[in-house]
């Protein structure tokens, strides 16, 4: 069982930066697969970033160059940060963890955070 728990979410200005974090509690094996997930109001859950232990790192369209994923070898917590911050970026961020390996579809991931809210606003 794995136990994930989210922080950092904050109200941030148009370009300003912030990091968010997911603290992993379990085992997280080296074949799973970390990501981060956002979701906003009346929008479907959609795919941010996500990592492999090995080290490969992918990034949605929306978010590559200035988001950046990252997580500690002893596999204890992952990190999102987030440079150039625009509204649309306004979303809960949720750190989620597949035992089945890379994907960018909600379904395949077995344990998820609660979400911490970011939302991006002048």
């Known amino acids: 069982q794995v136990e994930l728990k989210e922080s950092g979410g904050d109200l941030v200005q148009p370009g300003r930066s912030l990091k968010v974090s997911c603290t992993i509690n379990g085992r997280a094996y080296s074949s799973s697969f970390l990501a981060w997930f956002r979701q906003a109001p009346g929008k479907e859950r959609e795919f941010v970033a996500g990592l492999r232990w090995s080290g490969n790192k992918y990034y949605s369209d929306s978010v590559k160059g200035r988001f950046t994923i990252s997580a500690d070898s002893a596999r204890t917590a992952a990190h999102l940060q987030m440079n150039s911050l625009i509204p649309e970026d306004t979303a809960v961020y949720y750190c989620?963890?597949?035992?089945?390996?890379?994907?960018?579809?909600?379904?395949?991931?077995?344990?998820w955070g609660q979400g911490t809210q970011v939302t991006v606003s002048s």
């Open positions: 989620a963890l597949s035992r089945t390996g890379y994907s960018r579809i909600p379904k395949d991931f077995h344990y």
